[in-house]
């Protein structure tokens, strides 16, 4: 997969394999801490990611820089359970990498890999004050939101079964939930149907 850029031979989007796991824990300790404090879908552990991309229900990709021998990018849509239909989406560009417009095609060739394996809709939230993420996502097609109960309890419903399996109880979810409400108090929501 090639991304469709000014130079689309300097760039090239992987799909994630479980191998990929110590390359992209290097790749999240590199960013600095106002992109962590922005984009925070999961642990960044080597051990956590092995497990993450190990599931192949979700879409997950990384953009590599060819010329630079970097990684620039990573961006995933994970299926909420129940409804696989339905995905959560998350990007992050390397700082170095911004500014670029990498974000538009990258984020474009995921959402043409979800259509392909039967995601028809995806939901994200995002800090109201990240307008250079909220502008990306308009520019792509997503437009604002009010979130149902369900979509917050399936985004806690994916967070459980996820750390902890089938283990996860339906208290862990509502603990989840009101984590997710918590952390989204300042944020919005989000949808695009592909």
């Known amino acids: 997969m090639h991304?469709?850029?000014?130079?689309?031979?300097e760039y090239?989007?992987?799909?994630?394999?479980?191998?990929?796991?110590?390359i992209l824990a290097n790749f999240f300790k590199s960013l600095i801490p106002q992109t962590i404090k922005l984009f925070h879908p999961h642990p960044f552990s080597e051990e956590f990611l092995?497990?993450?991309?190990?599931?192949?229900?979700?879409?997950?990709?990384?953009?590599s820089s060819?010329?630079?021998r970097k990684i620039?990018?990573?961006?995933?849509?994970?299926?909420?359970?129940?409804?696989?239909?339905?995905?959560?989406?998350?990007?992050v560009?390397?700082?170095?990498?911004?500014?670029?417009?990498?974000?538009?095609g990258f984020t474009n060739q995921l959402f043409d890999q979800c259509k392909k394996e039967g995601i028809n809709k995806i939901l994200l939230n995002v800090y109201e004050s990240n307008s250079r993420a909220i502008k990306l996502y308009e520019v792509v097609g997503f437009k604002k939101i009010e979130v149902a109960f369900y979509d917050?309890?399936?985004?806690?419903?994916?967070?459980?079964?996820?750390?902890?399996?089938l283990k996860g109880s339906i208290i862990k979810v509502i603990k989840s939930l009101s984590?997710?409400?918590?952390?989204?108090?300042?944020?919005?929501?989000?949808?695009?149907?592909l």
């Open 12 to 22: 090239l989007i992987v799909r994630i394999k479980a191998s990929h796991a110590k």
């Open 66 to 68: 060819r010329k630079k």
């Open 72 to 91: 620039a990018g990573y961006a995933f849509v994970s299926r909420f359970p129940l409804f696989p239909m339905k995905g959560y989406f998350g990007i």
């Open 93 to 104: 560009i390397s700082e170095e990498f911004r500014g670029k417009g990498l974000a538009k």
């Open 3 to 9: 991304i469709s850029d000014k130079k689309p031979k």
């Open 152 to 165: 917050r309890y399936l985004i806690a419903f994916r967070e459980v079964l996820r750390n902890d399996g």
């Open 179 to 193: 984590q997710i409400d918590r952390a989204v108090e300042h944020s919005i929501w989000m949808l695009k149907d």
């Open 50 to 63: 092995k497990k993450l991309f190990a599931d192949k229900k979700d879409v997950r990709i990384f953009l």
